[in-house]
């Protein structure tokens, strides 16, 4: 059995790291180890599964990643089901990760852009950021509208990233403003894992073979 | 606490044999204020030994306490109450016999003055008004004469003085007492003086407040008391001022023209430090003498035409419920406006600040905001006392006086401050009624003008220039201000999204312009700013230094981020993993340091260091780099950046060297990349001021880079690459590096771009100390350069000129330039300089004026200029160096001038000036004067003159030198001055012989052959033989006779022979048989 496996890991691994950039293939094995791992705690309950479910993906972001928010584990579990099937594939588990821990400027542009892009209109629009900021002021209880500040909040940044002016963001506005100024990028939550757990990561991620 | 009591405390006029009673100044309460503090520290432990030592006399006074009010340390026994605690031989240190109490202790003092609780205040009164002398009693007369004859003598002074003057008697604890007793007595000084000057001192606002006043008094009717009241010029300045620009300098505000009822109309000045009549500019006067002060200085212009009008002073008092009602609009407004629960809260805020005394002054407060007080009285404590009816006059708005009132209470720093912020808030408020409305503006130009106050008293010892920022009357606040002020809410609020947004929309604005920068500061948002950079949050870290690096700029910022303690952080920070946030907090560092306290605090926590490790980039040397290599060569740049604000200061630039940072900046000035050359050649430069780095920058190589930089096409590079050789260059082995390696080129090349004045200075500096060396002169004379400076002598700032002229004067030394300079009509401009008054730029001149008057034709256009005149009057200059320059350059025109006797002797007190130059202590003054002396004494006419100005005794006086330059000068001038017969018996009679034979012990060849001569001369007078003779003068001579040098001989062998002849004689004289 085990020794099945392996073997399809590494056949699986060897196509999947000709796809997927960023990664080599002993790493992509071990990503795939890790898959395996979750997917077969999940097999458990029996029914024929084809990737990662919502929850146990959310379970991973937020022990790992320290992604606590709902809203943005949702946002992220979007971004990294790229088919819309609700499970996350070996593929896409390799393809998210590989933005998520290594990609470029402009792959984090897009993985976030869809990440907050709730309902996937292509569009940020301003009830999606009042959404996304709802928490983030600390309420003063002398005010009258408590959501005051934020819905403020959204217009000043309506206005500094809406660059066409059509009381939205797409992902043009989106990819000119990060790329004027970088600090944008996770301008409507933390999504991305700082550089410590993605330290920590993949050394438990790619160390692993050697270690057996 | 001596000083301060008799000059600082207001006393009451002594009235009926009684003594006089502290006045309920504002002044005094805070001076008592600050001497019950100094008392309470001795109960709360400090001092101990200090506090137990007896007073020479008891401090009695009056008191209110009664018995009830002493506890367990105290025997009480009916209203009499004695302490517990006594001086070792039984006697109580407190005694208290109702209605007196006696204290011999601080320690007593200060366990008093708590017991006392809220009427310490009035108890520390009560006894300094009862010890006028407290010094004198607590350590006894001794003390008190020390303490008020020398307030300004150290501290340490004072201990020797004290123990020089009684040994025994200057217990530690006494000396240690004392010193704090004058320490108290500076501070309440210093305190007590910035009240004052707060109180003195007219504003702008103050003034115009005053005249629409004034113009309200100007009705027709019957209760008119002025006719018109007028500014001489309608316009107003932007800081209020209506005088011009050029009188503002001496504080004048703004001019008058009053015309009273009953006299003729009156001049008026207003300045800062008072009110006075000027001459009018009726008189058709010079300009000067319209502004003349032609009357007493009064505080206001109320008093000022109290005592010119009696009708004004008459009716002015009955007329104050009038004149309200027609107060001009603006102040109706602060009338109407409710001076509500807020204000009142905001007051007691203000209060709060103020810690302890806080009940007092709300309560004053209270009381006082009925009726609005005017500033007058304020300044009034000293002078006579305003009529009531004046104060009921508001002229100042409620917000002003909120100002002032506290500030006087204690006139501490803190409360200042609390007041700025509160201010600000105030007028803030206001402006959201209307942004116009004039009360707001008038706040904030009051809050600024005290902005500048407070800066400039505490932070005196910043080094860098204060930007004249003078306070904007007429600025309104752009909506930018509020933008702002609503960003930063949103981070005090918000979380690290939300903050992550405001800073970034924070970036849009143009952070470098002071409405922004002031905006951030004045909401708290430097210190939001400052905090974030402590979290760990990475995002946060970049977005808040990327706003600090911005506003850093402004002087007042840096100052605020160093008090927040921002530079500790930052310093910690470029510890981090994160290259981008390394970088931006080097660069905000290089921002920061720009004043010495600043650039203090970084060394102090370890920057300096940190700071030279980031300069440890990998070496590269392609042009390409990856991101990676650009990111490191970015650090780098920041780094270098940094290390050049720092290296300002001397300790830094140790601490540069020590951190290892000279090896590096020879590695990264290796680079191609010319945005990190900049700071890394800045840095360099900047430190080469110190020997050490000038040799590092020699013996590492540093040179051949810095003479390749000078050919990139950079002028920042290229100005900051010749600024480092100018400094370096005064090394003879630099100078031949920067031959070696064909620096000389490129640097005459750079003095085409005539029109960078700072690059011009620097290239012309290099040029200047690169042309000390002969070889290099060649080189210079090769790419006609002296044609180009020659051409650079005129219509150039000082610095530039200053190393123009200093190269023309290197190169003059070599025969064939002196004639080039003559020929590009380098004469005339050299000698029109000698007029200006820069002593640095005086000395090249002179050397250089000097050196032209070799050469005979040169000389005739100097002469022609009347150039030797100016020499000569620069020997009136206080600089040595320009004494001794100009007296050197006086020399070959005296030479080379056809009819110099003539020429000297027209001179009127000119050969007076030269032979007292022989008075100086400086040795190259003395040099150059003995060596004008021998050419002014080559003329017997000039000689006598000099001679009778006695220049023979103090050439005498100066004979024990051991300085050769100085000796052979001297021997000369000895030598000139002797052809004068009767000089020859006077240097012998003034022992000056006797010093010169010891001149022979000397290496120097040139102070050999004058000193022969000079005694060849002082040889002719047979005593002067005698001494000679003693001062076994022969065998020198014997040697000297051995000598090369054809002159030398002859005058030893000549000298020789007098002595021999002397000897001769006198033995025919004693053996006459023979």
């Given at each position: 059995?085990?020794?099945?496996?392996r073997?399809?890991?590494?056949?699986?691994a060897?196509t999947?790291s000709r796809?997927?950039k960023?990664?080599n293939?002993a790493e992509v094995e071990?990503l795939?180890r890790l898959?395996?791992?979750?997917?077969?705690d999940?097999?458990?309950?029996?029914?024929?599964?084809?990737g990662?479910?919502?929850g146990?993906?959310r379970n991973?972001?937020?022990?790992?990643?320290g992604?606590?928010?709902d809203m943005?584990?949702?946002?992220?579990f979007r971004?990294f089901?790229?088919?819309?099937d609700?499970f996350?594939?070996?593929?896409?588990w390799?393809?998210?990760?590989?933005v998520?821990?290594?990609?470029?400027l402009?792959?984090?542009?897009k993985y976030?852009?869809d990440?907050?892009d709730?309902?996937?209109?292509?569009?940020?629009?301003?009830?999606?950021?009042?959404?996304?900021?709802?928490n983030?002021?600390?309420?003063?209880p002398?005010?009258?509208d408590p959501?005051e500040g934020?819905?403020?909040?959204v217009?000043?940044?309506?206005k500094?990233m809406?660059?066409d002016?059509?009381?939205?963001l797409s992902f043009?506005?989106?990819?000119?403003?990060?790329k004027?100024?970088?600090?944008l990028?996770e301008a409507f939550?933390t999504?991305l894992?700082?550089a410590?757990s993605i330290?920590?990561?993949?050394q438990?991620?790619?160390?692993?073979?050697?270690?057996q | 606490?001596?000083?301060s009591?008799?000059?600082?405390?207001?006393?009451?006029?002594?009235?009926?044999?009684r003594?006089?009673k502290?006045?309920?100044s504002?002044i005094?309460?805070?001076?008592?204020?600050d001497?019950?503090?100094?008392v309470?520290q001795f109960?709360?432990g400090?001092?101990p030994?200090?506090?137990a030592?007896?007073f020479?006399?008891p401090?009695?006074?009056?008191?209110?306490l009664?018995?009830?009010?002493?506890?367990?340390?105290?025997?009480?026994?009916?209203a009499?109450v004695?302490?517990q605690?006594?001086?070792?031989?039984?006697?109580?240190?407190?005694?208290?016999?109702?209605?007196?109490?006696?204290v011999e202790?601080?320690?007593?003092l200060?366990?008093l003055?708590?017991?006392?609780g809220?009427?310490g205040?009035?108890e520390?009164?009560?006894c300094?008004?009862?010890?006028?002398d407290?010094?004198?009693?607590?350590?006894g007369?001794?003390f008190a004469t020390?303490l008020e004859?020398d307030i300004?003598?150290?501290?340490?002074?004072?201990?020797?003085k004290?123990k020089?003057?009684?040994p025994?008697?200057a217990k530690?604890?006494?000396?240690?007492?004392?010193?704090?007793?004058?320490?108290?007595?500076k501070q309440?000084?210093?305190?007590?003086?910035?009240?004052?000057t707060?109180?003195?001192?007219?504003s702008?606002s103050?003034?115009?407040?005053e005249?629409?006043?004034l113009?309200?008094?100007?009705s027709?009717g019957?209760?008119?008391?002025l006719k018109?009241?007028r500014?001489?010029s309608?316009?107003?300045?932007?800081n209020?001022?209506?005088?011009?620009?050029?009188?503002q300098v001496h504080?004048?505000?703004?001019y008058l023209v009053?015309?009273?009822c009953d006299?003729?109309?009156?001049?008026i000045?207003?300045?800062?430090?008072g009110?006075?009549?000027n001459q009018?500019?009726?008189?058709?006067?010079e300009?000067?003498?319209t502004y003349?002060r032609?009357?007493d200085m009064?505080?206001d212009?109320?008093?000022?035409l109290?005592?010119r009008?009696?009708h004004f002073?008459?009716?002015?008092n009955?007329?104050d419920f009038?004149?309200?009602?027609?107060?001009?609009?603006t102040?109706e407004?602060?009338?109407v406006?409710?001076?509500?629960?807020?204000?009142?809260?905001?007051?007691?805020r203000?209060?709060k600040?103020q810690?302890?005394?806080?009940a007092?002054?709300?309560r004053q407060h209270?009381?006082l905001?009925?009726?609005?007080h005017c500033?007058?009285?304020?300044r009034?404590?000293?002078?006579?006392?305003t009529?009531?009816n004046?104060e009921n006059?508001c002229?100042?708005?409620?917000?002003?006086?909120?100002e002032?009132k506290?500030s006087k209470?204690?006139?501490?720093?803190k409360a200042?401050k609390?007041h700025?912020k509160i201010l600000r808030s105030?007028?803030?408020?206001k402006a959201?009624f209307?942004?116009?409305?004039?009360?707001g503006r008038?706040?904030?130009?009051?809050?600024?003008?005290?902005d500048l106050?407070s800066?400039?008293?505490?932070?005196s010892e910043e080094d860098?220039?204060?930007?004249?920022?003078?306070?904007?009357?007429?600025?309104?606040?752009?909506?930018?201000?509020?933008?702002?002020q609503?960003?930063?809410?949103y981070?005090?609020?918000?979380?690290?999204t939300?903050?992550v947004?405001?800073?970034?929309?924070?970036?849009?604005?143009?952070?470098?312009?002071e409405?922004c920068?002031?905006?951030?500061r004045?909401v708290g948002g430097?210190?939001?700013l400052?905090?974030l950079?402590d979290?760990?949050?990475?995002r946060?870290?970049?977005?808040?230094l990327?706003?600090?690096r911005?506003?850093?700029?402004?002087?007042?910022?840096?100052?605020?981020?160093?008090?927040?303690?921002?530079?500790?952080t930052?310093?910690?920070?470029l510890?981090?993993?994160?290259v981008e946030?390394?970088a931006?907090?080097?660069?905000?560092?290089?921002?920061?340091?720009?004043?010495?306290r600043?650039?203090?605090?970084?060394r102090?926590?370890g920057g300096i260091?940190?700071?030279?490790?980031?300069?440890?980039?990998?070496?590269a040397?392609?042009?390409?780099?990856s991101e990676?290599?650009e990111?490191?060569v970015?650090?780098?740049?920041?780094?270098?950046?940094a290390l050049?604000?720092?290296?300002?200061s001397?300790r830094?630039?140790?601490?540069?060297w020590?951190a290892?940072?000279?090896?590096l900046?020879?590695r990264?000035?290796?680079s191609?990349?010319?945005?990190?050359?900049?700071p890394v050649?800045?840095?360099?430069q900047e430190c080469?001021?110190?020997?050490s780095y000038r040799g590092?920058i020699?013996?590492?190589?540093?040179?051949?880079d810095?003479v390749?930089n000078?050919?990139?096409d950079n002028?920042e590079?290229?100005?900051?690459?010749a600024?480092?050789?100018?400094?370096?260059?005064?090394?003879?082995?630099t100078?031949d590096?920067?031959?070696?390696?064909?620096?000389?080129k490129p640097l005459v090349?750079l003095?085409?771009?005539a029109?960078?004045?700072?690059?011009?200075?620097a290239?012309t500096?290099?040029?200047w100390?690169c042309?000390?060396?002969?070889?290099?002169?060649a080189?210079?004379?090769?790419?006609?350069t002296?044609?180009?400076?020659?051409g650079l002598l005129?219509?150039?700032?000082?610095e530039?000129?200053?190393n123009?002229?200093?190269a023309?004067g290197?190169?003059a030394?070599?025969a064939?330039?002196?004639?080039t300079i003559r020929?590009?009509?380098?004469?005339q401009?050299?000698?029109?300089?000698?007029t200006?008054?820069n002593q640095?730029?005086?000395v090249?001149v002179?050397?250089?004026?000097?050196a032209?008057?070799i050469?005979?034709?040169?000389m005739?256009?100097?002469?022609r200029?009347d150039?030797?005149?100016l020499?000569w009057?620069l020997?009136?200059?206080?600089?040595?160096?320009?004494?001794?320059s100009?007296?050197w350059?006086?020399?070959?025109?005296?030479?080379?001038?056809?009819?110099?006797?003539e020429?000297v002797?027209?001179?009127?007190?000119?050969?007076e000036?030269i032979v007292?130059?022989?008075e100086?202590?400086?040795k190259e003054?003395?040099?150059?004067?003995?060596?004008?002396?021998t050419?002014?004494?080559?003329?017997e006419?000039?000689?006598a003159?000099?001679?009778?100005?006695g220049?023979v005794?103090?050439?005498?006086?100066l004979?024990?030198t051991?300085?050769?330059?100085?000796?052979?000068?001297?021997?000369?001038?000895i030598?000139g001055c002797?052809m004068?017969?009767r000089?020859?018996v006077?240097?012998?009679e003034?022992?000056?012989?006797?010093?010169?034979v010891?001149y022979?012990k000397?290496?120097?060849?040139?102070v050999?052959?004058a000193?022969?001569?000079?005694?060849?001369?002082?040889?002719?007078d047979?005593?002067?033989c005698?001494?000679?003779?003693?001062s076994?003068?022969v065998?020198?001579l014997?040697?000297?006779?051995g000598s090369d040098d054809?002159i030398l001989?002859?005058?030893a062998?000549s000298?020789?022979?007098?002595?021999?002849r002397?000897f001769?004689?006198?033995?025919e004289?004693?053996?006459?048989?023979?």
């Open positions: 059995m085990s020794s099945v496996s073997k399809s890991i590494q056949t699986l060897e999947i796809q997927v960023h990664f293939k071990g795939l898959f395996n791992g979750l997917m077969g999940q097999a458990g309950s029996g029914r024929p599964v084809h990662l479910d919502r146990r993906f991973i972001l937020h022990n790992t990643f992604m606590t928010d943005l584990t949702d946002g992220v971004a089901d790229k088919d819309n609700c996350v594939s070996v593929k896409e390799t393809e998210g990760l590989s998520l821990l290594r990609g470029t402009d792959e984090k542009i976030c852009f990440v907050y709730m309902n996937g209109d292509g569009y940020i629009s301003r009830e999606e950021m009042f959404h996304m900021l709802k983030s002021l600390i309420r003063q002398t005010e009258e959501d934020i819905k403020d909040l217009e000043i940044t309506v500094k809406d660059h002016h059509d009381g939205k043009a506005d989106f990819e000119k403003a990060v004027e100024e970088t600090l990028l939550g999504c894992p700082d410590k330290l920590v990561f993949e438990q991620a790619f160390q692993e073979p050697s270690e | 606490m001596g000083a009591l008799t000059r600082a405390v207001q006393w009451t006029a002594a009235s009926s044999g003594p006089g502290l006045e309920a504002p005094n309460e805070s001076l008592l204020k001497i019950l503090g100094f309470e109960g709360s400090g001092h030994q200090e506090a030592l007896v020479r006399d401090l009695q006074w009056a008191t209110t009664v018995a009830s009010d002493f506890n367990t340390d105290y025997d009480v026994s009916g009499d004695q302490s605690e006594n001086d070792g031989k039984g006697h109580p240190l407190l005694r208290l016999s109702p209605p007196t109490i006696s202790s601080f320690s007593q200060s366990k003055v708590q017991l006392a809220d009427k205040l009035t520390v009164g009560a300094l008004e009862e010890n006028r407290p010094v004198v009693k607590i350590l007369p001794r020390v004859g300004d003598m150290s501290a340490l002074q004072l201990v020797d004290l020089e003057e009684d025994e008697q530690d604890s006494e000396v240690k007492l004392f010193l704090l007793l004058q320490h108290l007595d309440l000084l210093s305190n007590a003086l910035t009240d004052f707060q109180e003195v001192g007219l702008p103050a003034v115009k407040n005249v629409e006043l113009k309200g008094f100007c027709e019957n209760q008119r008391v018109s009241v500014y001489t309608d316009y107003e300045f932007s209020g001022c209506h005088s011009p620009p050029w009188r504080g004048e505000i703004c009053v015309k009273p006299t003729e109309p009156l001049h000045t207003c300045s800062s430090a009110v006075f009549l009018g500019l009726k008189q058709e006067v300009e000067d003498d003349k032609t009357s009064y505080q212009l109320a008093s000022l109290k005592s009008s009696p002073s008459q009716n002015v009955s007329q009038a004149v309200q009602q027609r107060l001009p609009s102040q407004v602060q009338h406006e409710p001076v509500g629960v807020e204000e009142q809260g905001q007051r007691q203000i209060c600040h810690g302890k005394n806080a007092k002054m709300a209270t009381v905001l009925p009726s609005h500033i007058w009285p304020y009034k404590t000293k002078y006579e006392p009529p009531w004046w006059l002229v100042v708005s409620p917000s002003d006086e909120a002032q506290p209470g204690s006139g501490k720093e200042g609390t700025k105030d007028s803030k408020r959201n209307s942004l116009a409305s004039l009360p008038q706040s904030i130009q009051k809050s600024k003008t005290e106050f800066e400039s008293s505490s932070e860098e220039e204060q930007p004249d920022r003078r306070p904007k009357t007429n600025m309104d606040l752009p909506s930018e201000y509020w933008q702002i609503k960003l930063v809410k981070l005090k609020r918000g979380d690290q939300a903050t947004i405001a800073l970034c929309c924070m970036m849009d604005f143009n952070l470098v312009q409405t920068q002031m905006a951030i004045d430097l210190e939001v400052v905090n950079l979290t760990e949050e990475i946060c870290q970049i977005g808040s990327k706003i600090l911005k506003i850093s700029q402004n002087y007042q910022i840096r100052r605020a981020i160093v008090d927040l303690g921002g530079l500790q930052m310093v910690k920070i510890d981090s993993p994160v946030l390394k931006l907090a080097a660069e905000t560092i290089a921002n920061v340091a720009r004043f010495r600043a650039r203090r605090t970084v102090q926590y260091k940190r700071l030279v490790e980031l300069l440890d980039c990998a070496p040397t392609a042009a390409t780099l990676a290599q990111k490191e970015e650090v780098a740049r920041c780094g270098a950046l050049w604000s720092c290296s300002r001397t830094n630039k140790k601490a540069v020590q290892g940072g000279v090896p900046l020879a990264l000035l290796k191609p990349h010319q945005n990190l050359l900049i050649v800045g840095t360099l080469a001021s110190e020997s590092a020699q013996s590492e190589g540093m040179v051949k810095l390749a000078l050919h990139r002028v590079l290229q100005m900051h690459c600024s480092a050789i100018f400094k370096c260059a005064e090394d003879k082995q100078r590096l920067v031959h070696q390696y064909k620096g000389l090349s003095l085409s771009k029109d960078n004045k700072q690059l011009l200075a290239t500096g290099a040029i100390k042309s000390i060396s002969m070889e290099n002169v080189k210079f004379q090769e790419y006609q002296l044609e180009i400076l020659v005129t219509d150039q700032p000082e530039v000129l200053v123009v002229v200093g023309l290197e190169c030394q070599v064939a330039n002196r004639v020929k590009c009509g380098g004469i401009p050299l000698v029109n300089l000698l200006e008054t640095a730029l005086l090249n002179t050397r250089a004026v000097g032209c008057a050469e005979i034709d040169s005739t256009i100097i002469d200029l150039g030797v005149r020499l009057s020997l009136k200059n206080p600089s040595a160096d320009v004494q001794a100009a007296t350059a006086i020399c070959p025109c005296i030479e080379n001038t056809k009819d110099a006797a020429m002797r027209s001179f009127v007190g000119g050969m000036l007292n130059l022989l100086s202590t400086n003054v003395l040099a150059s004067a003995c060596a004008a002396v050419r002014i004494a080559k003329d006419e000039n000689l003159v000099i001679t009778d100005l220049v005794r103090k050439l005498a006086n004979t024990d051991t300085d050769d330059k100085l000796r052979r000068h001297l021997a000369e001038a030598a002797c004068l017969v000089n020859i006077l240097f012998g003034l022992r000056a012989v006797a010093p010169l010891r022979f000397s290496q120097d060849c040139a050999h052959l000193t022969a001569q000079a005694l060849m001369q002082l040889s002719k047979p005593t002067n005698l001494t000679m003779h003693e076994r003068v065998k020198p014997l040697v000297m006779i054809h001989q002859e005058a062998a000298c020789l022979g007098n002595i021999r002397l001769l004689a006198y033995d004289a004693r053996y006459p048989a023979r």
